[in-house]
């Protein structure tokens, strides 16, 4: 059964930088297209950015393309979200996902593993 763990998430002042990782319990994570969403009570949980399962293709939202880079370490079965310029509406529970070759990067469906979630708060 596919694990996903995420760390990094805290409290930082807007214009601050936070790094996520994900780490995923699973041999076959250089298969794996991976994700990471982020939802605020309330709302539906929204695409942030995603990498193919070889690392050679990325996709961000328009909210964060030019802040966050998404990364990934196939030798290490990690994710990683550099967040650089936070705002306070970057404020959520961020989660990590995956899906075997999935092409559906950038929806909630295109993933069938999902990590726990770690909360993210960015003060003004």
């Known amino acids: 059964q596919v694990q996903l763990v995420e760390s990094g998430g805290g409290l930082v002042q807007a214009g601050g930088s936070l790094r996520l990782s994900c780490a995923a319990s699973v041999r076959t994570f250089s298969a794996y297209t991976m994700g990471w969403f982020r939802q605020v009570p309330g709302k539906e949980r929204e695409f942030v950015a995603a990498?193919?399962?070889?690392?050679?293709?990325?996709f961000y939202a328009d909210s964060v393309k030019g802040r966050f880079t998404i990364s990934r370490d196939n030798a290490k079965n990690t994710l990683s979200l550099q967040m650089n310029s936070l705002k306070p509406e970057d404020t959520a529970v961020y989660y990590c996902a995956g899906r075997l070759y999935s092409v559906a990067v950038t929806t909630v469906n295109g993933y069938n593993v999902w990590g726990q979630g770690t909360q993210v708060t960015v003060s003004a």
């Open positions: 990498i193919s399962w070889t690392g050679s293709s990325t």
